[in-house]
């Protein structure tokens, strides 16, 4: 299948890719990832015909985003914190393009977005296996 976006459960029979795919991703990462954090953190989907693996983590959606600019979670957030300079992700949803923050009590679009991929995953995220 050329393109397929449902996100797949890591596989040991991908091990040495996923392995060289992490330590691409996080080149400052000490040593080989072990097993036990491959089968919690690696994900896969198809795009183009190749397999990409992703690997989930704090503030690391695998998941296709959500590019909506309005953000119901960032308006209520900003309601009750009129002009915090940070709205958190647990607020706005971890798969969200924007950051937020608050402005007199409206949610402002700030920073740079997510960059996202033409099937809307983000791009510094997901990563061509080698090997595939």
Known sequence: MKNDDTIRPYSHDLYDGTAKAFKRLFPDANGAPQ???LQAQANY???NGK???CFVGANLPCARMNAARDN???DEFC???PNDDVVPAFVTGHDAVYYYKCRNGKAVIT???WQLDK???AVKLWTTLPGN
């Open 72 to 74: 119901p979670g960032a």
């Open 111 to 113: 920073g740079n977005p």
């Open 45 to 47: 989907r198809c795009m």
């Open 119 to 121: 099937r809307g995953f």
């Open 79 to 81: 309601k009750a914190n």
């Open 51 to 53: 397999v990409l693996v």
């Open 35 to 37: 097993e036990s954090e």
